[in-house]
């Protein structure tokens, strides 16, 4: 680690320390964001985020979580007091004081056993993304928990490696609940993974890409809108304007699009592509190199990034081309000595065939799915379990959508209308898929593990907590 990222840690941590304080004195007041807004006042509170794009602003080392086991974990949301980098405390809320949460890392075949305390004013229940769980610990709306509420998960993780990610999920106040802060990365890993040899240690880290808005006290701010919340500035990790030191070395990103409701389209500044090596449910059969890929709220990906050949003190840009957003600076701080290759093949997916039956999902204006709003005790279908079904999943306005599947890994057939292509990105084990206007989007799914009561709904959180989102039942 550079002497920048450990400053940035012990500065951190220092103020989380004082964040553990301030949490304690903020949860006896009501007003969360409010209450600690005197303490943030100052002359530069207003100054960095005038524009969309503001001025050239000292970039701030990038934050990365630490990482813990699920074994026994506490999880509480709560207001936090954070620095997104600069010295400068937001208020936001988080999970055990951390934006984004602590990175859970386990191996396959590990259980999880995680207390939840909501320390919150408004009821919660979390959400693990990616992870295939019996509907009891699937963080399900019908169990939110009240505030100073606590919910006891124990799961046992059998899955293929992938990142997935957990976040809240009470009816109608996700959106609320992620854009101030509450998301965290969940890591699986596996015995073929590691076969792999792909970068790992310090060489392999979590990317949360996500936008957010800052009010004039610099804390964060959420004020949704039907169409999607969309911010004025981006944050990877929760740091504004973050740089990461890097070696000569291939290095592994592991890259979630935490947003409410924005697509990224990464790129590399200096036209350098990724090697795209998994996506939402793990690694792909095989690596492919791509210039720019696609991310939609909830998706994530699996890249290598190759820094050999660059000299020390150069820098490279990870941009969204969308919005034309700086999004990481890299920054080649040293040499290291790194001559493996990236496999190409990499692992087998077994493709799903033969579908029993096809089921029709229209997503509607901007909170229906076939013609219904959520209710959180209706179901709304059954699912034989293991049976693979053809889910067609189409729109005509409103897009993008997101659409989210719990409970099993599906994969992406054809897209017609729109875009009117599956891209490269989409390969592979998937639990979300972008729908944008007009398309038409095919995929086959089979629910094996678990029967039990899950959840189809738009990942724009915002379209969620409007009611597009469906109950199925798994018989
Ligand atoms: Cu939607």
Redesign the pocket.
């Given at each position: 680690m550079s002497s920048d990222q450990e400053a940035g840690d012990i500065s951190r941590r220092a103020f989380l320390q004082k964040a553990v304080v301030l949490t304690g004195a903020i949860a006896a007041s009501t007003p969360l964001l409010a209450a600690s807004t005197p303490l943030l006042r100052g002359s530069e509170s207003s100054t960095i985020y005038a524009s969309a794009r503001p001025q050239p602003a000292p970039r701030n080392p990038l934050y990365i979580p630490p990482t813990v086991s699920p074994s026994g974990l506490s999880l509480t949301e709560a207001p936090a007091t954070v620095d997104l980098g600069g010295g400068k405390l937001s208020s936001v809320w988080a999970y055990n004081g951390l934006m984004p949460g602590p990175t859970i890392r386990a191996a396959r075949g590990e259980t999880a056993q995680i207390g939840l305390l909501n320390g919150l004013t408004k009821e919660t229940i979390t959400h693990w993304h990616g992870m295939i769980v019996d509907d009891v610990n699937d963080g399900h709306p019908r169990f939110a928990i009240p505030p100073g509420g606590t919910f006891g998960y124990n799961f046992a993780i059998n899955q293929r490696a992938a990142m997935n990610w957990y976040h809240p999920h009470p009816d109608k106040l996700t959106g609320e609940q992620v854009a101030l802060g509450l998301a965290g990365a969940f890591i699986i890993t596996d015995t073929l993974e590691a076969s792999l040899d792909l970068p790992s240690g310090p060489y392999e880290i979590p990317l949360v890409v996500r936008d957010a808005n800052l009010d004039k006290a610099g804390n964060l701010d959420y004020r949704p809108k039907r169409g999607?919340f969309l911010g004025k500035t981006p944050l990877v990790n929760g740091t504004l304007n973050p740089k990461l030191d890097v070696d000569t070395t291939r290095y592994r990103f592991r890259v979630l699009n935490g947003a409410n409701s924005r697509i990224f389209g990464l790129r590399l500044s200096n036209g350098a592509p990724f090697t795209l090596i998994g996506t939402d449910g793990g690694l792909l059969e095989t690596s492919i190199s791509l210039p720019q890929v696609d991310l939609g709220p909830g998706e994530r990906l699996d890249v290598i990034v190759d820094f050999r050949g660059l000299g020390v003190g150069s820098t490279v840009m990870l941009q969204d081309a969308r919005s034309r957003w700086d999004l990481l600076e890299f920054v080649v701080a040293r040499t290291a000595s790194d001559t493996g290759t990236t496999p190409t093949t990499l692992s087998t997916i077994t493709p799903l065939t033969n579908p029993v039956r096809t089921r029709d999902f229209k997503?509607e204006g901007?909170s229906k799915i076939n013609g219904l709003e959520y209710e959180v005790n209706r179901i709304d279908f059954q699912v034989p379990l293991g049976q693979t079904e053809l889910w067609r999943f189409s729109?005509k306005g409103?897009?993008?959508?997101?659409v989210h599947v719990h409970g099993a890994y599906f994969q992406v057939q054809s897209r017609t209308g729109g875009r009117d292509q599956v891209f490269p990105w989409e390969r592979g084990w998937k639990d979300t898929v972008l729908l944008e206007d007009g398309e038409t989007v095919e995929v086959l799914v089979r629910f094996d593990a678990f029967k039990g009561i899950y959840l189809l709904h738009?990942h724009?959180l915002e379209?969620?907590d409007a009611g597009?989102m469906a109950n199925f039942e798994v018989v």
């Open positions: 999607g997503f901007m729109t409103n897009a993008p959508h997101p738009c724009k379209h969620e597009m």
